[in-house]
């Protein structure tokens, strides 16, 4: 079954712990993504990945932490220094370098109690 | 810097109304727009983009460069159109921002 997997779909932490999401494809993309998802917010960049082994910030990197030394791999860790960690997380791929079409997961969320 | 924004958080129409859901934009380089959909317990995906200038479930997009906008529409909406909606732009730097949504409500 090709797509996006993310894992773990629901998730508890304690204020204080680093949490880490994984985010897995099979399609053979070169470009993955990292979006938080809140009410009236829209989805916000987090970081994204255009190939192995380089990331860029998004607009709320702050408090996150990523890396891609696979293709199929790129996991997101949210640190204890994200001051609001409570939300909905949306990992996403594509197969063009200039923006193209995402391939969404069914997301992660996130509790912190 | 590139922006979204979608005005509406809720729009709220009956079966058979004519639909526009409003998107503008704010990009100094030469945009690429897109409005992806999220149903009820699926995931977010590709609605259409303007490059292909198609339409998809009715639906069609316009890019106005002079208005700055991409607004979707549909002449006559259908329940199983009730979903979210998400304006998203693209371009040279290779990351896509998306608008806070709309959500469509289509009455019976």
């Known amino acids: 079954d090709g797509g996006i997997t993310q894992s773990p779909k629901y998730l508890f932490r304690k204020e204080g712990q680093n949490v880490t999401l994984s985010c897995e494809q099979n399609?053979?993309?070169?470009?993955m993504y990292w979006y938080r998802q809140d009410p009236g917010q829209g989805l916000r960049l987090i970081y994204y990945?255009?190939?192995?082994?380089?990331?860029q910030k998004g607009d709320i990197a702050e408090g996150y932490s990523v890396s891609r030394e696979k293709k199929e791999s790129f996991p997101l860790t949210v640190t204890s220094a994200q001051k609001n960690p409570t939300a909905f997380y949306l990992c996403?791929?594509?197969?063009?370098?200039?923006?193209?079409?995402?391939?969404f997961g069914e997301g992660s969320r996130l509790t912190v109690l | 810097a590139q922006r979204v924004t979608q005005p509406e958080k809720l729009l709220s129409v009956f079966k058979g109304a004519p639909v526009e859901l409003k998107c503008n934009y704010s990009?100094?380089?030469?945009?690429?727009l897109f409005w992806y959909v999220q149903y009820s317990r699926q995931r977010l995906q590709l609605l259409l983009r303007?490059?292909s200038r198609e339409s998809i479930k009715g639906f069609t997009a316009d890019l106005n460069k002079g208005e700055t906008s991409f607004h979707l529409k549909k002449p006559f909406a259908q329940e199983e159109d009730s979903a979210m909606y998400y304006c998203?732009?693209?371009?040279?730097?290779?990351?896509?921002?998306f608008g806070t949504g709309t959500l469509l409500a289509v009455q019976p």
């Open positions: 996403a791929s594509s197969s063009d370098r200039v923006t193209g079409e995402l391939f």
């Open positions: 399609l053979n993309h070169d470009a």
């Open positions: 990945s255009q190939i192995v082994n380089d990331f």
């Open positions: 990009y100094s380089g030469s945009p690429e």
């Open positions: 303007h490059i």
């Open positions: 998203a732009l693209g371009g040279a730097t290779n990351k896509l921002i």
